[in-house]
């Protein structure tokens, strides 16, 4: 997972060896899905994870009562929460 989602900083987590596991991990998938709540949005950490391709946002209802929430809905593809 990660620890943080925000539309400028992308996806981030406090530590850069986490970052560089979670990176190779996606450089080897086929689709990169990212489950997150409404604590992880808006939210900026000190490593960036760099995804090659756009990671698939997963979730809930409450996210998408989020102020500014459509500013996600556009930087990312988006499921749950409907």
């Given at each position: 997972?990660?620890?943080?989602i925000?539309?400028?900083?992308?996806?981030?987590?406090?530590?850069?060896?986490?970052?560089?596991?979670?990176?190779?991990?996606?450089?080897?998938?086929?689709?990169?899905?990212?489950?997150?709540?409404?604590?992880?949005?808006?939210?900026?950490?000190?490593?960036?994870?760099?995804?090659?391709?756009?990671?698939?946002?997963?979730?809930?209802?409450?996210a998408?009562?989020?102020?500014?929430?459509?500013?996600?809905?556009?930087?990312?593809?988006?499921?749950?929460?409907?």
């Amino acid at each position: 997972g990660v620890n943080g989602i925000d539309c400028e900083a992308g996806l981030t987590t406090p530590d850069e060896r986490e970052a560089i596991v979670k990176e190779t991990a996606m450089q080897h998938a086929q689709q990169v899905y990212i489950l997150a709540d409404t604590s992880k949005f808006n939210q900026q950490y000190l490593a960036a994870i760099h995804a090659t391709e756009q990671p698939i946002l997963i979730t809930s209802e409450k996210a998408r009562h989020m102020r500014h929430f459509d500013i996600y809905d556009n930087h990312f593809e988006i499921l749950g929460g409907k």
